[in-house]
């Protein structure tokens, strides 16, 4: 996704640092050959950058297919494409860019709301791995992705993050830290989350979820997996009550499926593990 920005810096990087090689063999004949070899080098890793943006452009818009559960156990569940760019899994972990389209930091989470409104979005404004360094909450509405490659944009700039108030998931006795809201989630936790039927049963895990404006519209449920590993998934759509605090120790959310998406899933596992 973000590929997309580290190629090009990476082709203009081999570009530039072949020049002045390039420009040394133009002092001689005798470098003739090797003025030749460096030139044909800058251009093959120049077609490769390219080939790789390219690349990545298309991965940025690649559509994931997944079957829909719908509230009717009688109706088959139906084949949906999701926007592989608008998943969770797609966005988190992405470079943020502010003023000047200059790095400021990662999407290190997304807070949502009880109904799966996205508020808030978490920008880390370091990029040591290990070390997150500061973390700030945006306003989502302040937020702009572009779908076409997957980069993330903000009204934003170093000097901003480094004046605001920190962020924290947990209550503060600091008056200069921003606190979780109470009645809203982070969605790293639900992702790390299990999917329990109406009856508080577990029936699988949170592969994924899948935004659409401004909300997490879509949850992808696996179930049936060893280590993760195999299994099957399928899709029901966020309700009001689907996020629900999970194990105090695992610090998780889980999502919770309606009566009637229950009994869909239920009837569904059932047909497929005959």
Do not use: C
């Not at 084949?79 to 998943?87: D, E």
């Not at 920190?166 to 008056?175: A, H, I, L, R, W």
């Not at 499926?257 to 047909?271: E, G």
């Amino acid at each position: 996704m973000n590929r997309t920005i580290l190629t090009l810096a990476a082709a203009t990087m081999l570009v530039s640092s072949a020049l002045p090689a390039f420009a040394e063999t133009k002092q001689t004949t005798t470098n003739n050959s090797n003025e030749k070899l460096t030139t044909e080098q800058v251009k093959k890793d120049a077609k490769e950058a390219w080939s790789d943006l390219k690349g990545a452009t298309k991965e940025a818009g690649r559509e994931i297919e997944a079957l829909f559960l719908g509230e009717d156990e009688n109706v088959p569940p139906k084949s949906t494409m999701y926007k592989s760019v608008s998943s969770a899994s797609g966005l988190l972990g992405t470079y943020v860019n502010g003023f000047n389209n200059k790095k400021v930091g990662k999407l290190k989470d997304i807070i949502v709301d009880g109904d799966g409104m996205a508020t808030h979005a978490i920008v880390a404004d370091n990029d040591i791995p290990g070390f997150e360094g500061k973390l700030v909450a945006v306003p989502y509405t302040s937020v702009f992705q572009s779908t076409a490659t997957g980069d993330i944009s903000a009204a934003l700039s170093e000097a901003a993050i480094e004046g605001a108030r920190e962020f924290s998931y947990t209550p503060s006795s600091g008056k200069n830290v921003v606190v979780l809201p109470a009645g809203h989630y982070s969605v790293v936790e639900i992702l790390d989350g299990d999917v329990l039927n109406a009856g508080g049963e577990d029936v699988g895990s949170v592969d994924d979820l899948y935004f659409k404006g401004g909300k997490a519209d879509t949850v992808i449920v696996g179930f049936d997996k060893v280590m993760g590993m195999g299994g099957k998934d399928v899709a029901a759509f966020v309700g009001p009550t689907t996020f629900v605090p999970g194990d105090e120790a695992d610090d998780d959310v889980d999502v919770k499926l309606s009566a009637k998406q229950s009994a869909t899933f239920a009837k569904y596992k059932k047909n497929v593990n005959k």
